[in-house]
Nanobody, 125 residues
Framework: HLVESGGGLVQPGASLTLSCTPS????????FGWVRQAPGKEDEGVGCVSGTGGQTFYADFVKGRFTISRDDAKGTVTLQMNSLKPEDTGIYHC????????????????????WGQGTQVTVSS
């Protein structure tokens, strides 16, 4: 499974770093991403990172503010969130595409096969 950490309550404009660590398997060359669930809204894909870490894709609403990276040596995937807004509030889930045959990210993120339990991010003054 996937284990997320790093959520919390912050003020608008602040930064947070979320981490995702697989349990029972390694990062290998899988595509990892983040999906958020906001109150009263449908799930939103935040972005993803390719199997080699050389490509990323972001949803328009986080471009320029969020960065996804992976450290295969440490076995973690990170979501760096800057300039947070109240509308970024939600539960952030790490997700992975275990079954896909393409570990690249070309213009979008894949369908994910496994999600973590999520970590709560609340942006409020």
């Amino acid at each position: 499974h996937l284990v997320e950490s790093g959520g919390g309550l912050v003020q608008p404009g602040a930064s947070l770093t979320l981490s995702c660590t697989p349990s029972g398997f390694t990062l290998d060359y899988y595509v990892f991403g983040w999906v958020r669930q906001a109150p009263g809204k449908e799930d939103e894909g935040v972005g993803c990172v390719s199997g080699t870490g050389g490509q990323t894709f972001y949803a328009d609403f986080v471009k320029g503010r969020f960065t996804i990276s992976r450290d295969d040596a440490k076995g973690t995937v990170t979501l760096q969130m800057n300039s947070l807004k109240p509308e970024d509030t939600g539960i952030y889930h790490c997700a992975v595409d275990l079954l896909g045959s393409d570990n690249r990210v070309n213009g979008g993120c894949p369908d994910y096969d496994l999600w973590g339990q999520g970590t709560q991010v609340t942006v409020s003054s």
